[in-house]
């Protein structure tokens, strides 16, 4: 075979293999925040991968309940090993006027304290399928 049309296969072969690559592999992910046992509600949770990348996110409801966000358009998380850590935010104007008065898990700062730092936080999960029933316990 002729270098010029092997080097032509070569080009096209990498090509090929290039534009093949469809990003990072994400499923979904949704599950329960727990803290002894009980529902940990109105905590955002964050999945950071720690091979880099997008981290993804969620909202606890009312009963610890989250599904995670990784895009405006794709709901989950990317494969792999993720740091897991927590905050509370505001989840309307009133809770943005007045923190004091908002709702908050009684033990918030206990949490915030071993949670709520990405660098800190102990809580590590991996992700290798879709999973609707994930339990994560911070306690």
Same mark, same amino acid.
């Given at each position: ?30 599950? &329960?925040? &727990? ?29 610890? $309940? ?24 505001? &989840? ?21 304290? $071993?949670?709520?730092?990405?660098? $800190?936080?102990?809580? $590590? ?15």
């Amino acid at each position: 075979m002729p270098a010029s049309v092997r080097g032509a296969v070569c080009c096209a072969l990498l090509l090929l293999l290039v534009g093949c690559s469809s990003g990072p592999k994400v499923v979904k992910v949704s599950g &329960t925040l &727990t803290r002894g046992g009980k529902p940990v509600p109105k905590l955002t949770i964050f999945f950071m991968p720690e091979a880099g990348g997008r981290p993804s996110w969620g909202l606890a409801d009312e009963d610890g $309940k989250f599904t995670l966000e990784y895009d405006d358009q794709t709901k989950g998380a990317m494969t792999g090993t993720h740091t897991v850590w927590v905050q509370w935010r505001p &989840t309307s104007m009133q809770e943005e006027l007045n923190p004091k008065k908002a709702s908050k898990p009684a033990d918030l700062n206990a949490i915030l304290a $071993k949670y709520g730092d990405e660098k $800190k936080s102990p809580k $590590k999960v991996e992700i290798t399928r879709s999973v609707d029933d994930l339990e994560i316990t911070l306690d």
